[in-house]
């Protein structure tokens, strides 16, 4: 059996049913899948949870493949306002949803491994041998975050794939820990920020398992997460001059920021050129047409 996890609201059911989609192409064996979900439409009117409807399509998903496999809906509405509505990350380039992953210690009978998985992931093979790497001894498992390793640190890890050690995290009180952090102290990325620095104890894993740029052969999760596009690099002439007045300057990129998500179906033709999901691109609209 494959614990799996998924956090968000509404907005990111598409990828959900995607992600999904392709799991359940490459892996046949049991997942047991738990959706974590908030309501706070009194904040923003786009701030819609989970619904049990989108789970049962969800559900459908998982068990044509096996009959056995199941998805538990988890409202953390009340201790979401009880502890970080008032925080100065509430409002942020990301939605609020991103701290749902910080109360993982307030559910009571999750597993004490559990992979975590953002909504706008692709999966190109099984996941079994990621959820079968060890972890005893660390609070997670995860990749470095390709941009995050040039701009914030070379060993800041990207929070979108993480094969979580649930009870040494919960025994250590890192998920407490994480949300003092993020209640009082601004940041960018918040939860990941706080997820690298009160957690210590972290294996790296190889970016096979979290691409966050261009597939290559031995991918096993491709993660759209936002990334750069240089556009225009400085010839050699250009850089001579620059080097008159900034000597560790040898060249100037000059970047274009993507942030194309699975379920932008157009984008992912148009922009990253990409059909090698084309299938799952399929059966996700016919399942869409059909909720619709």
Known sequence: MINLMFCGNDKVFDGMIISLLSITKHCKEKLNIYILTMDLQDLDNAYKPINKI????????????NLESDIHLIDIT??????????????????????????LDKIDDLPDKVLYLDSDLVIYKNIDVLFNIDVENYDFAAAIDYIGQYFIDKKYINSGVLLMNIKKMKKEKAFE?????????????PDQTALNKICKDKK???RKYNEQKNRQDNTIIRHFSMTIKPMIILNKSKRKMVRKYCSILKW???????NVKPWNVEGIHDIYHIHDFDDILENYKKIKGEYK
């Not at 952090?181 to 940041?187: F, G, I, P, S």
């Open 177 to 189: 820990k994480c949300r003092e952090m993020v209640l009082t102290k601004k940041m960018l990325l």
């Open 54 to 65: 989108q789970v049962n399509i969800l559900k459908s998903i998982v068990k044509s493949v």
């Open 78 to 103: 009340k201790y979401f306002k009880e502890e970080l509505l008032n925080s100065v990350n509430i409002k942020t380039h990301y939605t609020p949803y991103i701290l749902i992953r910080l109360f």
């Open 204 to 206: 790296y894993i190889e």
């Open 252 to 258: 100037i990129p000059i970047v274009k920021f993507l």
